[in-house]
C-alpha cells in the first residue's frame, strides 16, 4: 500500500485547486499549472486538503496512487514557492554567458553550445562557473538541468564538467607508471 498516497495534500491559502473529469489545474501567486489524472485514483477536495484514492486494489491503481497525489503536491508547492536546482562547472576555461535569453556554454569543444531556455523557466548565472535554473513546474526544471549537464557529464579523473550542487562525484586514481 502507499504510504504517500494516503497522506492528504494540504491547499495553502492564496492557492485554487480546480478538479474536473481528469484533469486538475492549480493557480497560484507565481502561475498556473495543469495535469491529466489517470483513471486509476479518484480524487477529492475537502475544504482545504485534497485526497487521492485509489478506484480499486489492483497493482496498477494503486502504482498510480503514490505518483497522482505527489504530482499535485509539486504542482501546490510550484505555484507557491517555485522550484530551483544549481549546476556547478568546473574545468579550464568552462563557462557560462547570458547571450538573450539562451545561455552560451563554453565546454572545451571547438564551438561554443547555446542552448535556447524554454518558456517558463528563468537561467541566472550568479558567477560564469554557476547555473542557477527555476521555474515553477518541477518536472520542466529537472529536464532542462538535465539537457544542460548533458553536454558535458562530469568525468571521474579530474572532475571536469557539469554538476549538480551537492552532488559528489566519484574519484579514480589515475594510471601508475
Known amino acids: ?14 492557492v485554487t485547486v480546480t478538479l474536473e473529469k481528469g484533469a486538475v489545474t492549480v493557480k ?12 486509476l485514483v479518484e480524487v477529492k477536495q ?7 484514492k485509489p478506484i480499486n486494489d489492483g497493482k496498477p491503481a ?9 504530482i499535485i503536491a509539486n ?10 536546482k544549481t549546476l556547478i562547472i568546473n574545468g579550464v576555461g568552462y563557462r557560462a554567458a547570458m547571450q538573450g535569453r539562451d545561455i552560451k556554454l563554453n565546454l572545451g569543444y571547438s564551438h561554443d553550445v547555446v542552448y535556447k531556455v524554454p518558456e517558463g523557466i528563468d537561467v541566472a548565472l550568479p558567477k560564469p562557473t554557476e547555473i542557477v535554473i527555476s521555474g515553477i513546474d518541477k518536472q520542466k526544471v529537472g529536464q532542462v538541468a538535465a539537457e544542460i549537464r548533458e553536454w558535458r557529464k562530469p568525468e571521474p579523473y579530474k572532475g571536469k564538467g557539469i554538476r549538480y550542487a551537492g552532488e559528489y562525484i566519484f574519484r579514480k586514481e589515475g594510471k601508475k607508471k
Open 46 to 52: 475537502e475544504g482545504d486538503e485534497i485526497i487521492v
Open 62 to 70: 494503486r502504482s498510480a496512487w503514490g505518483m497522482t497525489r505527489t
Open 1 to 14: 500500500m502507499s504510504r504517500i498516497g494516503k497522506k492528504p495534500v494540504a491547499v495553502p491559502a492564496g
Open 28 to 39: 497560484g501567486p507565481k502561475g498556473q499549472l495543469e495535469a491529466a489524472l489517470v483513471d
Open 75 to 84: 504542482m501546490i508547492q510550484g505555484v507557491t514557492q517555485g522550484f530551483s
